[in-house]
């Protein structure tokens, strides 16, 4: 009997083959730089905002979700190392083409709109050197990423490898210059700075915010096909980078938090450059205004390259229309998924600011989370025989990670709520017109 279409994938003579051109390296500096960007240079503000001076908590918080969701993600990438990420880890898990296309455009949409998330939090680095209208800059920046998202995987990948060397450096400079002008402080004094005096609810609605620094292993796992020895070097890199992020948000966090009030940092359109300003560093010729604005501009286009590659792997599995699983002859990359990732993203940057995008993006993929821990626990309970060679982790642990999801996403907005619920309308009925093409796709 012939394996439904979302357990294969199907190449026609319309498409040619992704290229395995990724490193071992080259895929844990691609994880490392596409969750240790923006999030944390455009939101530590908003965060503090909400969560005041027990922000960090909310990092934390979010910290251990990631943790326990990227544990999941390392097995499932392990055993299924496909573009389609998500969706075709939830295809086999429920065995559906139906649950494999929602999960599917939850993470489309979520790629698509953290794109236009970090493109609109790119004005506040920027007024450093000329101010532009926020959706100018963002129609403009997407535009830049998407041209080097369609130049190829590994062009992309290099420009990654320069951009996350940059942003990283920017984070260590503020860690250290926090931490050594908070040596000005009492012990006593310290401790007042970050002793939290927050509700609960406070606490957790920062955590829906800052959960959106941490995420990126959806967009890790969806370049899959162009990593050497995916099976192996996939799930390392994933957990890598993941525990990286969490050591380095928390420790910015306190940082931040020691240097400047909760008043300073709520307010500010670029709250890592005023930790610098606070202790007396300003860097020459707007030198860390330009790493913050490429560590935005390495989330847009990670998040750009996952949007693309999602299409496309979705669309050879029978989940979209086979024109958007088409891959150029000369380039090999799926150029026109590319193009509607960018006109996607720029319809959504005109929709709405950087927090509720930013919300909006952390719930769909908390939705997806939510799913794939239940179908990890699925597939552990059915089969008979492991895969030889994967990523194992304990049963408990897409249990806890359920847990921690579900209750987050209880804690968003109304707003992000009803974004997401159209998000899942459109992608229903997009499912019933497709229909026809989706059974006929389950009995080949």
Known sequence: MTAPAWQRARVTHEQHQLKRTLSPIAITLYAIGDILGAGIYALVGKVVGIAGTAAWISFGIAAVIAVFTGLTYAELSSRYPVAAGAAAYSGRAFRSPAVAFLIGMLVLASG???????????????????????????????????????????????????????????????????????????????????????TLAQILS??????????????????????????????????????????????????????????????SKAPLLDVLRAAGIEPPGGAFSIVALFAICNTGLLNLIMASRLTYGMAREGLLPQVLGRVHPVRATPWVAVLLAYALAVGLAVSGGVQILAQTTSLLLLCVFTTLHVGLL???????????????????????????????????????????????????????????????????
């Not at 998330?117 to 920027?126: D, E, I, K, R």
């Not at 830049?144 to 990948?157: A, K």
């Not at 920062?206 to 096909?225: K, M, P, S, W």
Request: charged content about 15%.
């Open 206 to 267: 920062g955590a829906t915010l800052a959960f959106y620094a941490y995420i990126g292993f959806e967009d890790t796992a969806n370049v899959a096909e162009e990593v050497r020895d995916a099976q192996r070097v996939l799930p390392r890199a994933i957990l890598i980078a993941i525990g990286t992020s969490c050591l380095v948000y928390v420790g910015i966090t306190v940082a931040a938090l020691l240097t400047l009030s909760t008043e300073q940092l709520a307010t």
């Open 378 to 444: 699925r597939i552990k309970r059915e089969e008979t025989a492991r895969p030889a060679g994967i990523f194992v982790t304990p049963s408990w642990t897409p249990a806890v990670g359920f847990v921690l999801c579900l209750g987050l996403a209880l804690q968003f907005p109304l707003e992000a709520h009803a974004r997401t619920l159209l998000v899942l309308a459109i992608g229903a009925l997009l499912y019933v017109t497709l229909g026809r093409r989706m059974r006929r796709a389950t009995v080949r």
């Open 112 to 198: 698509i709109s953290s794109a236009a998330t970090v493109s609109l939090a790119f004005a506040g680095y920027l007024e450093s050197f000329v101010t532009v209208p926020p959706v100018a800059g963002s129609v403009v920046l997407l535009g830049v990423m998407t041209w080097i998202s369609f130049r190829g995987i590994q062009e992309s990948s290099n420009v990654n490898v320069v951009l996350t060397i940059a942003e990283a450096s920017g984070l260590v400079l503020v860690l250290v210059v926090g931490f050594w002008f908070a040596g000005r402080l009492t012990p006593a004094e310290q401790l007042a700075q970050v002793a939290p005096h927050a």
